[in-house]
């Protein structure tokens, strides 16, 4: 498999003994698996690692814009607990962006990571007062609630949204901060394992942002 193993919750290594993986820092966790590269074979590996868990993007795709990296959280397709997946493009007002779309089952610790919170899940701010965005996945318009990143060095800055969709979290990680302007526009998410066909047609590759 042309996917690299991991942990959900930090850059240290796992090992897997009698099916059981586990991190040196957080102990017992499910793996974590990513491509070396972003690329449509990687991706075909990705979306057989996820079994039926969706993985979501922005769409439509702006025409410069590419999947610059993904993963999937699961000791098989059928334990599948979270995926992630990156676009990256352009925009005007903010040069380089990159937007990063998490789904997870409570406690699974990746968005989190991805959005340097801290923590497994997000905090109190969900659902607390107005939300600031809402994006559609398929007939439903899920809300969503900004949530303070902890972290404020350079490679953190970050504006990161996060609501609850079908049982589970639903983060949105813009990078650069500034990006939040482009949430003004409601945003349709699709699950690429349901492109068939249209994958061929999806741009992989560009640099793999840091998370
Ligand atoms: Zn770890």
Do not use: K, N
Not at 144 to 170: H, K, M, N, Y
Request: with cysteine.
């Amino acid at each position: 498999m042309s996917l690299v193993v991991g942990c959900p919750r930090c850059r240290g290594v796992v090992t897997e003994h009698q099916q059981e993986w586990a991190c040196v820092d957080h102990g017992p966790t499910p793996p974590l698996w990513r491509p070396g590269e972003a690329s449509y074979e990687s991706f075909t590996a990705h979306l057989g690692a996820a079994g039926t868990f969706p993985t979501y993007v922005p769409w439509p795709m702006g025409p410069d814009w590419q999947v610059s990296d993904f993963a999937v959280v699961g000791a098989s397709p059928e334990q599948a607990c979270a995926t992630m997946a990156c676009t990256s493009g352009t925009s005007r007002l903010d040069g380089p962006v990159d937007v990063f779309v998490v789904t997870e089952e409570a406690g699974t610790g990746l968005g989190s990571r991805v959005a340097g919170t801290g923590g497994r899940d997000p905090g109190p701010e969900v659902r607390d007062g107005t939300p600031v965005a809402r994006v559609r996945l398929g007939r439903t318009a899920v809300p969503l609630w900004v949530v303070s990143a902890g972290r404020t060095d350079e490679e953190f800055d970050r504006f990161v949204v996060v609501g609850e969709a079908e049982g589970r979290w639903l983060w949105i990680v813009l990078r650069p901060a500034s990006a939040v302007l482009l949430l003004r526009d409601e945003w349709i998410l699709r699950d690429l394992s349901g492109l068939g066909p249209l994958l061929v047609d999806t741009r992989f590759g560009g640099p793999r942002p840091p998370w």
